[in-house]
């Protein structure tokens, strides 16, 4: 099994005879945005709907289908239950719901759902009337009896041409909802600002930096599924919007700063994730300026420093900085948790790792040091979405000694 602080997850997915099948291939690609392995059984009928060559290609393996041709392993289905740490079958047809809750064995994927020691999620895909059958809906009944988890159908078009709930839940709510292992932020208002921003100089310039909005989102999405309500801020960034949080853009620290303090009063934990300019124009130009000298002189002016504002608030949120340095990191580091009373601060390198990796800005890896008032924890070089994690698990713990001391 992987280590629970870690996000790798080993995800064993069960593929049944849908029309819905074919939306496999796209569960396969979420799970391994958020850093998962993940490997396919498939039965016979599922075939007929979505290629096991697609498949084995879009996961990296072997798919797993008849119980009797394998690698020579024979008991294939017990390796398969103890390699994983969550077992999805998605869709579920009536059928495998009705053989899982009476307990048969006579498929691959009813076998190992047997023999699993790990959480099994069943994603329902089926005609409306099937689903509402009342055998169906005993079966469901019996699952979640037996702790199965059971990720509820949508309601809507449905291939056959009628309409209703059986629809196999939306690939990203589903993939949050089986991701969803943790309730340590349940309940909690996160705001967390994001990406760099951007300085006018005139219509066509302005003052940024490297900043790609990786770490931020990162942060959003693990904060999602640990339960919490979460809204990001986030400068001018290329990356899609985090699924299932509250987002709004803006683009210059002042915007930033508003927008924050609309969402602080209420909140439980501040994220001061972005990379925000230090300073600004003090004049913007509204006209282009035109290259005619040699020089050109623009005064700048400080901005406003968001994190600061926030944690000086009477009613201050948990209060959690970043700090990228290029030298005396923990020194410079602990120079801000003080001067700006934090609760925690996130400091990392930018620049080039020990293992001559670019880390930090626009970059998808990093390694990182946190320090609290009391201890320092490092994590050493991972990618943004493993150390994203352990960051949240950090905050939810240090969260917790404040509020229960």
């Not at 990162?218 to 801020?233: N, P, T, Y």
């Not at 201890?375 to 404040?402: C, D, G, R």
Request: hydrophobic content about 40%; glycine content about 6%.
């Amino acid at each position: 099994m992987s280590n629970s602080n870690d996000l790798t997850l080993n995800i064993l997915l069960c593929v049944t005879g849908g029309i819905a099948a074919y939306k496999s291939a796209d569960i396969i690609r979420r799970l391994q945005e958020h850093g998962a392995v993940v490997r396919v059984v498939m039965t016979e009928s599922a075939e007929q709907f979505i290629g096991k060559v697609t498949l084995q290609a879009l996961s990296g393996h072997p798919v797993y289908q008849n119980m009797f041709i394998s690698d020579g392993r024979v008991m294939e289905h017990i390796d398969l239950a103890r390699w994983a740490d969550k077992i999805l079958l998605a869709p579920a047809t009536a059928n495998t719901i009705s053989k899982l809750a009476n307990g048969q064995a006579d498929d691959m994927i009813s076998t190992l759902c047997l023999a699993a020691d790990c959480t099994v999620y069943v994603a329902p895909s089926m005609n409306h009337a099937m689903w509402d059958n009342l055998a169906t809906q005993n079966n469901i009944e019996t699952l979640r009896a037996r702790g199965i988890k059971i990720i509820s159908p949508d309601s809507g078009d449905q291939a056959c041409g009628e309409t209703g709930e059986g629809r196999l839940k939306e690939t990203g709510a589903l993939v949050a909802e089986l991701l969803t292992d943790s309730t340590i932020l349940a309940g909690k208002k996160v705001v967390i600002t994001a990406g760099p921003t951007r300085e006018a100089i005139d219509p066509v310039r302005y003052i940024s930096n490297h900043s790609s909005g990786k770490m931020g989102y990162a942060l959003a999405q693990q904060a999602r599924l640990a339960g919490a309500k979460v809204h990001v801020i986030s400068g001018p960034s290329n990356l899609p919007q985090p699924a299932g949080i509250y987002f709004k853009n803006v683009t210059s620290a002042n915007e930033m700063q508003d927008a924050v303090l609309e969402q602080v009063n209420d909140a439980d934990i501040f994220i001061s994730a972005a990379a925000v300019a230090d300073y600004r124009p003090a004049e913007y130009i509204d006209n282009k300026i035109k290259k005619s000298s040699d020089t050109l002189e623009i005064k700048l002016i400080k901005n406003p420093d968001i994190l600061a504002n926030v944690s000086s608030k009477s009613n201050a949120p948990f209060c959690v900085g970043f700090a990228a340095e290029t030298q005396n990191l923990e020194e410079n580091a602990r120079i801000k948790l003080t001067n700006k009373n934090l609760d925690m601060i996130v400091a990392n390198y930018v620049g080039t790792s020990s293992s001559g990796n670019d880390i930090g800005f626009n970059s998808d890896k990093n390694s990182v040091t946190i320090l609290t008032k009391t201890n320092t924890v490092n994590f050493p070089e991972a990618s943004k979405n493993q150390l994203a994690k352990q960051i949240i698990n950090l905050i939810a713990e240090n969260y917790e000694k404040k509020h229960s001391s």
